[in-house]
């Protein structure tokens, strides 16, 4: 497993951005995707992006698409979620997430009983 902790959650006004970090540690990065995934109150846990080691293929969610940009830094063992023009729906608790793997559709979301490593979780919460 790959160990997780992610920072840069918080409060928003609707309409503004925020940054997510997630700093990895443990087995080899290189060898593992890496995505965001959000829990709602009162809802499932979802996807939001996920990228390969190589950066090259990219998922993101519809309600993400336009707004949300991932992205990671290998030789920071790192990857970040840029969110722009957040809406209140956007509030919840945003998990940084990983499994072995080394492809992706972009084209098709990730199943989440296949992630084996978790962050704590960050809170975002967007005002209207």
């Known amino acids: 497993q790959v160990q997780l902790v992610e920072s840069g959650g918080g409060l928003v006004q609707s309409g503004g951005s925020l940054s997510l970090s997630c700093a990895a540690s443990?087995?080899?990065?290189?060898?593992?995707?890496m995505g965001w995934a959000r829990q709602a109150p009162g809802k499932e846990r979802e996807f939001v992006a996920a990228?390969?080691?190589?950066?090259?293929?990219?998922y993101g969610a519809d309600s993400a698409k336009g707004r949300f940009t991932i992205s990671r830094d290998n030789a920071k063992n790192t990857v970040y979620l840029q969110m722009n023009s957040l809406k209140p729906e956007d509030t919840a608790t945003y998990y940084c997430?990983?499994?072995?793997?080394?492809?992706?559709?972009?084209?098709?979301?990730?199943?989440?009983?296949?992630?084996?490593?978790w962050g704590q979780g960050t809170q975002v919460t967007v005002s209207s």
């Open positions: 997430v990983a499994w072995s793997g080394s492809y992706l559709n972009p084209s098709i979301t990730p199943k989440l009983d296949a992630v084996d490593s």
């Open positions: 443990g087995r080899t990065f290189s060898t593992y995707c």
């Open positions: 990228i390969t080691w190589s950066g090259r293929s990219i």
